[in-house]
């Protein structure tokens, strides 16, 4: 089997979860966070928002050095916006995926700190870990958060206990 079929199709089954989390991010609360070291809910789904172009990274290039690498820590203005860059992010990342080839994706990607090597991985492992395992894992927050809001939360792989008939 080739390899970028089942990352396509995790992909899509996922990001449809992801996005029924993201459409539940209340606008008027962007600014709410639940401690002090923690994202504001509105910069933390506007991070989710934007995992997907870790995938494009990836495919495009062999290597990333975290100490030059610019981060930009936007907390885009509302959820449509959020939603937007999110569709922008993932349809990026499925063109790229679907152009690849099992070569490529098993071809080495390089993670560094100020030139020392961190990591280095079949690009297939990185997406797996630094897109859809990171995406996931920041989805598992915001479900938190928007609990703590008694905002309902939609469910992942089955229903949630919002959506439960008691």
């Known amino acids: 089997m080739v390899l970028n079929i089942p ?5 899509k ?3 449809g979860n992801t996005r029924k989390i993201l459409e539940r991010v209340p606008t008027d609360k962007l600014q709410w966070q639940p401690h002090e070291k923690s994202m504001t809910i509105g910069r933390l789904a506007s991070h989710i928002a934007e995992i997907p172009m870790w995938i494009t990274r990836t495919i495009q290039g062999s290597e990333l050095d975290f100490s030059t690498m610019k981060f930009s820590r936007i907390t885009y203005e509302n959820t449509d916006a959020i939603l937007k860059v999110f569709d922008e992010k993932l349809n990026e990342a499925i063109a790229l995926l ?8 098993n071809g080495t990607y390089t993670l560094k700190r100020a030139g020392a090597v961190l990591s280095e991985r079949p690009r297939v492992i990185v997406i797996r870990n630094y897109a859809y395992n990171h995406l996931i894992h920041h ?3 915001l479900s938190v958060y928007l609990r703590l809001l008694d905002i309902p939360v939609p469910g992942m792989y089955g229903p949630s206990a919002d959506e439960l008939k008691s």
């Open 98 to 105: 679907e152009e690849s080839n099992d070569e490529a994706l």
């Open 139 to 141: 989805r598992g927050q």
């Open 13 to 15: 089954f996922e990001s």
């Open 7 to 11: 990352l396509i199709k995790e992909l």
